[in-house]
């Protein structure tokens, strides 16, 4: 697949920019390394992978925050084409999954092709030249195909409280954790009672003077089944690679066992939820308390949060939970929904992400507006989770409707990872210059997720949760078993899709500045030579 992108558009040509890409990636975590990976593994060597953070591992590079750790078991929250038979915890740390990628960007041979600390500021389609025209921090330069690998979970969320700027302390999100900031002896508030700060709290208790906890809405917590993985096991792993698929498989399969529950029969949960009532049952005795930690919504509305450790921190003579959240801030510190002050030295926003209206998506501009502005006007959605109509020659890897409540979003990048490299191969043979999804696929495919939705827990389970936008619409979960997902992915399908060909296809080599400041004019009779009658525009 070796050749096709720079022979066919000079790199130069009309653009200003001297440098030119056949595919760009943007963001170095699980999706843009395990992208470059599988491109290496086609033989598609003129990429570049850019990432503003001076390391690879997007979120697992941002976070880090004492007590992180993945909810999703370790073999399962992997590359499968990069297994690790080394982890030391059924449920990996922060750190360890840090390295593992780092490893994974070494060992993949992506590590020539990252540009760290390179942050991407705009990206805007250039029609004529049938290309991303893209500013960085560290100069511009060209794509024929740019990937967005930006995640759902990389831009932090802070509510807007009234007086938040007005708080004389120290401040941060748990995704910025400021290590600078002495706690020891410290009065801290965490405002929070969601997958980080159940990770969080526990770990701040014993080093704090005074802990407060701010609880909007109980989560529902179950009993934490991590344990170490030993030298033993680990051993078996690396000689046996099949015991490791196999302990991936069951895995995948017991929590995909719960799907038809959350989509389609909420009862289905209860036996579960009594699993998490006896949980907080046997650890909270105190029936005042235990009272305000129970959760009045359907368990998996809410992100489902493991944890042997957040009901006893709670308990503890130096921690108060408040009810009702955060009403306000004053100089002295946060003020509960009750009118009550509490006056703290730091303040740990653990608030979530901004994943409905991601500031990012500001940044790409196509050629009737950004997709931003897209997001904003139509809730965020896309084809796949991959393609947006109105934006050519962009994919999206974890994008729109591709998280999940119960499993492992690996497994969706994956299949989208087949999806791209496929439209690739498609992309070179026919030599297509511009593709981008139909509106009516886009908007079918869109008005069928959302009907699925309609009557799953997420938004019938009696919550407000971080899936809805604003007018509760679900822009966050794929409403199926993600095996599904994955035979929709598994081949590019052209017929969805407007395709056009390559302006210099057209045209000799020495007239190839000529043709490409005359796209528009590339008439309908050729597009009919160049692309078969079902993939006809």
């Known amino acids: 697949m070796g050749d096709w992108g720079d022979a066919q558009i000079p790199a130069t040509a009309g653009t200003g920019v001297s440098e030119h890409r056949r595919v760009v990636v943007i963001g170095a975590g699980f999706a843009g390394i395990g992208l470059g990976i599988r491109l290496l593994q086609e033989g598609i060597d003129d990429f570049v ?3 503003k953070a001076a390391e690879v591992g997007g979120t697992w590079e941002a976070n880090t925050y004492p007590g992180i750790q993945c909810d999703i078991p370790s073999h399962l929250y992997s590359l499968s084409f990069m297994p690790n038979p080394g982890w030391s915890r059924t449920f990996s740390e922060g750190a360890e999954i840090w390295d593992y990628l780092r490893r994974c960007a070494r060992e993949g041979g992506v590590t020539p092709h990252l540009r760290l600390g390179c942050e991407v500021l705009a990206a805007e389609w250039d029609e004529a030249e049938q290309r991303w025209v893209i500013e960085t921090s560290k100069g511009p330069l060209s794509a024929s195909v740019l990937i967005a690998a930006t995640g759902g979970l990389s831009e932090p969320a802070i509510p807007d409280i009234p007086g938040l700027g007005s708080f004389g302390g120290a401040l941060f999100h748990s995704a910025r954790w400021d290590h600078e900031q002495e706690i020891r002896g410290k009065r801290v508030a965490v405002v929070g009672t969601g997958a980080s700060a159940i990770q969080i709290v526990p770990q701040l208790q014993p080093e704090a003077e005074k802990l407060f906890v701010f609880q909007r809405t109980p ?13 033993i096991e680990r051993r078996l792993y690396q000689r046996f690679p099949l015991a490791q698929r196999l302990s991936r498989g069951w895995s995948y399969l017991l929590r995909e066992s719960i799907v038809p529950a959350l989509v389609g029969n909420p009862d289905r949960l209860k036996r579960l939820e009594r699993i998490g009532r006896n949980h ?20 998996g509305c809410k992100r489902i949060l493991p944890s042997n450790e957040w009901y006893p921190a709670l308990q503890k003579p130096n921690v108060e939970l408040i009810s009702g959240g955060v009403s306000e801030f004053r100089r002295e510190g ?9 006056e703290v030295d730091v303040v740990v926003m653990a608030t979530g992400f901004n994943v409905a209206h991601p500031e990012f998506g500001r940044r790409l501009k196509g050629p009737e507006g950004t997709l931003g502005e897209t997001y904003e006007s139509e809730g965020a959605q896309a084809y796949l989770g991959a393609a947006a109509a109105g934006f050519p020659n962009l ?3 974890a994008g729109p409707n591709t998280g999940l409540g119960h499993t492992s979003i690996i497994y969706m990048i994956e299949s989208q990872l087949n999806y791209v490299l496929d439209a690739l191969r498609l992309i070179e043979q026919r030599k297509i210059g511009r593709f981008e999804v139909r509106t009516e696929v886009q908007r079918a495919y869109n008005t069928d997720l959302q009907r699925r939705l309609s009557g799953a827990v997420w938004e019938s389970g009696g919550c407000a ?7 509760g619409r679900n822009v966050v979960i794929w409403p199926r078993q993600t095996w599904s997902f994955r035979s929709l ?33 590339v008439s309908q009779e050729h597009i009919s030579r160049t692309v078969p009658a079902s993939s006809q525009t």
């Not at 989560?219 to 030298?231: F, K």
């Not at 949760?465 to 007018?471: A, I, Q, R, T, V």
Request: charged share 25%.
């Open 465 to 471: 949760n971080w899936y809805l936008d604003e007018h």
């Open 395 to 397: 994919f999206t890897l």
């Open 280 to 299: 907080l049952r046997r650890q909270v005795p105190d029936p005042e308390l235990r009272a305000r930690l129970e959760p009045s919504y359907r368990l």
């Open 49 to 51: 992978v850019l990432e």
């Open 489 to 521: 992915t598994r081949r590019f399908d052209p017929s969805s899709y407007l395709l056009e060909p390559a302006v210099s296809a057209t045209v000799s080599s020495t007239d190839a500045t000529k043709a490409s400041t005359s796209s528009a004019s």
């Open 334 to 342: 946060p003020v509960g929904a009750d009118g009550s002050l509490r």
């Open 219 to 231: 989560p529902w917590v179950m009993p934490h089944r991590d344990r170490p993985i030993g030298r």
